[in-house]
């Protein structure tokens, strides 16, 4: 089960990759594979590239074999984040928050974003 990382990079010291790098090796711990921004934009997502990285993003959510997204603690405020929320709620892909999904995996037992 392949599971998207979303959560805020502008703004953040090196982008919070240190915190997607962290929420993907707790992830892989526990079994689920898991790719962050960097996997599927490269080392420079968050930077001046916002429309080509979205856009990428935007794409590996909808079209490939995600099971779904986990966002990572502050997600509310980053444009893009909401952005990939909404893409994975069209397209009836479950949103999770990295804390609950830790907690209690794919079948948490209260409703979660999009959910």
């Not at 935007?58 to 952005?83: C, D, H, Y």
């Not at 909404?86 to 804390?99: G, L, Y």
């Amino acid at each position: 089960m392949t599971y998207y990382i979303a959560g805020p990079m502008r703004g953040y010291p090196n982008n919070n990759l240190e915190a997607f790098e962290a929420a993907r090796n707790a992830l892989v711990a526990r079994g689920f594979d898991a790719v962050t921004p960097v996997d599927v934009c490269g080392s420079h997502a968050g930077d001046h590239v916002i429309e080509r990285c979205l856009a990428a993003d935007m794409e590996f959510i909808v079209q490939k074999g995600t099971e779904g997204i986990i966002v990572l603690p502050g997600w509310q405020r980053s444009k893009g984040t909401n952005a990939e929320v909404a893409a994975a709620i069209a397209v009836d892909k479950p949103v999770h928050e990295f804390a609950v999904f830790l907690l209690y995996g794919a079948e948490p037992p209260l409703a979660l974003v999009g959910e």
